[in-house]
């Protein structure tokens, strides 16, 4: 191709892929808000054909959206909705008016992710305006319930699909996944995620008379010890070993002569394929009954672990990354939990791709200028060899 036309074609899909990308972070989407971005995205995606459908749940505004009725459906997903904004006044620029300096893009939700969802969207654009026959079907899931409880967002439309019988063959995630540079890391599965909040009762007291009393903090101590330096498992050549890691404590009245009567700790155990969460939680009971504790336990699955192998989709969505970048990714495990993980529950094959993740979630976050084509492209591209036709 002329370098003059490349050029001009990646300028459009930067100017594009950045329009857009600045309307929808432009709008003060909280969580489980969306304040107005589906509707800009359901009037788009109707334009060329897609068929729109609200699946709303408890407040929680959702969009599934297809295009076609054949297999495979390949299945791009994402969120509109964004975590707040901390202390507006430590940000540089304000966090809902999109800015740019310094050869980046400034506002909540820059990276995470309403920037490479606008990518996405070009990018489906673009695809359906070259291949309008194209085979199978192309859909997009999105909500507005993911940094929230998300109970009533992607979960929902999972469910609904699930009742009517509808599987996805190939999904992408369009999470933040680079580290260092665009194209550097694929997310091909995530641990599993277990809460438990844990109660042990004592006796309240006088703190001068410990003899009339007994310290739930002291008598937790070697049990909640025994409990960090357990070995769950040793993980395998995907994942890494499981962990448990303490979140949350309280105990006490405020008074400093008061022995409290119980304490309420709060703690999460990320786990691999190699344990179970029946496992886990009997193994935790064990070593609470072991040290003889009067105590509640409370439990909560935050997801399961799952992984896409070395296949289909990863290969295709590797082999375009390296074209569009020149970078080889790496494929990871790691990190917290994402809409993946309910997705995985009716796809064949899910993974995560985006851009850097640097300063998601953080005062402001930001996107490279110069990662809004190429990652439109690589979407576009990875649509085109799964679903062009021959």
């Known amino acids: 191709m002329d370098t003059a036309i490349d050029a001009a074609n990646h300028d459009a899909i930067r100017d594009a892929t950045l329009a857009l990308a600045r309307d929808l972070l432009s709008r003060r989407s909280l969580t489980p808000e969306d304040a107005g971005c589906l509707d800009v995205i359901a009037g788009r995606l109707g334009r060329i054909g897609f068929t729109c459908e609200r699946v709303d749940r408890g407040g929680v505004r959702n969009l599934w959206a297809r295009r076609g009725l054949q297999e495979p459906l390949l299945c791009l997903a994402g969120h509109l909705d964004v975590v707040p904004t901390g ?7 304000d966090p809902f008016t999109p800015t740019e300096r310094e050869g980046y893009l400034y506002a909540r939700g820059a990276a995470d992710m309403k920037g490479p969802l606008a990518a996405a969207i070009t990018a489906v654009e673009r695809f359906v305006a070259r291949h309008s026959d194209h085979a199978g079907s192309l859909a997009l899931l999105l909500t507005s319930d993911e940094e929230g409880v998300a109970v009533d967002g992607t979960t929902a439309v999972v469910e609904t699909l699930r009742q009517r019988g509808t599987s996805i063959d190939q999904c992408i995630v369009v999470e933040p996944t680079s580290v260092e540079r665009l194209g550097d890391t694929i997310k091909n599965g995530r641990r599993g995620s277990l809460n438990g909040t844990l109660t042990v009762r004592g006796v309240q007291c006088h703190i001068a008379y410990p003899h009339l009393g007994r310290n739930p903090i002291h008598l937790a101590a070697p049990a909640l010890a025994e409990l960090v330096g357990v070995e769950w498992d040793g993980g395998d050549d995907d ?12 105990a006490g009245t405020g008074a400093t ?13 990320r786990f691999s394929p190699a344990s179970t969460v029946e496992g886990l939680s009997r193994r935790v009971v064990e070593i609470l009954h072991r040290h003889q504790l009067d105590y509640e336990i409370a439990w909560a699955v935050v997801g399961q672990p799952f992984l896409t192998p070395r296949g289909p989709l990863v290969d295709v969505l590797g082999d375009v990354v390296r074209s569009v970048t020149g970078v080889s990714p790496a494929l990871s495990t790691g990190g917290g939990t994402s809409d993946a993980r309910f997705i995985a529950a009716i796809a064949g094959e899910v993974v995560e791709f985006g851009p850097v993740n640097a300063s998601m979630h953080q005062v402001n976050e930001r996107i490279r200028l110069a990662d809004l084509a190429p990652l439109s492209r690589i979407y576009e ?10």
């Open 87 to 93: 202390p507006a006044d430590e940000w540089t620029s």
């Open 239 to 250: 994942f890494s070993a499981t962990s448990f890691q303490i979140s949350n404590v309280h």
């Open 257 to 269: 002569n008061v022995v409290p009567g119980a304490m309420t700790l709060q703690f999460n155990i």
């Open 381 to 390: 591209q990875t649509i085109e060899r799964i679903l062009a036709p021959a």
